[in-house]
């Protein structure tokens, strides 16, 4: 166990549909990561929270969007969902921002399927 | 972002050791180098990472070479529960999106009974 929870654990939802997921990182760590790990694409760095504030992007869609709050937890949102959304998600965390020593842990992940 | 090449896939026998070789010629002198896996049907999980100088944890062992252009991750006594994708990739210690790990296809390894 990581210490990292996201929720849910799966997640099945038609084409042009919104959803939510939802991470907590492990107690204290401040940094938060999405990824998307797809058959065809492997895992892929989406985008990166800091104390509240964005740090990083990688290759999120226009689509999709997330935040994180006071308690550190965040959200990752996915509008207009098309087919190829359907993945996993992972949420990952860890004590510091963008310094090279900081190991990340990751959540169970969340398994989306768009029918 | 300096690149790490892996071999795709490796094979080992229930309690014998392993050497995960990762080749990363183009590192900088700031790269941390980060090993990570992940087993089937589950996030990656974090194994070690250093430096410059070798390093040991409760999961394994990194041995860095001295030149820095490898590294290889030693799974001292495989078992049937390190079967898994691991991957070797390099972060680097300043700002900018290099936060986030860099995920290449990583090396499959398969453990015999």
């Known amino acids: 166990d990581s210490g990292v929870t996201q929720t849910p654990k799966h997640l099945i939802t038609a084409t042009g549909q919104r959803v939510t997921l939802r991470c907590s990182p492990r107690?204290?760590?401040?940094?938060v990561y999405w990824y998307q790990q797809s058959l065809d694409q492997g895992l892929q760095f989406l985008i990166q929270?800091?104390?509240?504030?964005?740090?990083a992007k990688g290759n999120i869609l226009e689509r999709f969007s997330a935040q994180q709050f006071p308690d550190l937890h965040s959200e990752l949102n996915l509008s207009s969902l098309e087919l190829g959304d359907s993945a996993l998600y992972f949420c990952a965390s860890s004590v510091g921002g963008l310094a090279g020593s900081y190991e990340q842990y990751f959540g169970p992940g969340t398994r989306l399927t768009v029918t | 972002d300096a690149k790490t090449t892996q071999p795709n896939s490796m094979e080992s026998n229930e309690e014998e050791p392993v050497h995960l070789p990762c080749n990363h010629s183009?590192?900088?002198?700031?790269?941390?180098i980060h090993w990570y896996r992940q087993l089937p049907s589950q996030g990656p999980e974090y194994v070690i990472h250093g430096l410059t100088s070798n390093v040991n944890n409760r999961m394994a062992s990194l041995a860095i070479a001295e030149d820095r252009k490898s590294s290889t991750l030693i799974l001292h006594r495989a078992t049937l529960r390190d079967a898994a994708v691991y991957y070797c990739i390099l972060r680097g210690n300043y700002g900018g999106s290099q936060g986030n790990l860099i995920f290449g296809k990583g090396t499959k390894l398969s453990v015999k009974p």
């Open positions: 183009t590192i900088s002198g700031t790269d941390y």
């Open positions: 107690s204290g760590d401040l940094s």
């Open positions: 929270y800091y104390n509240g504030e964005e740090r």
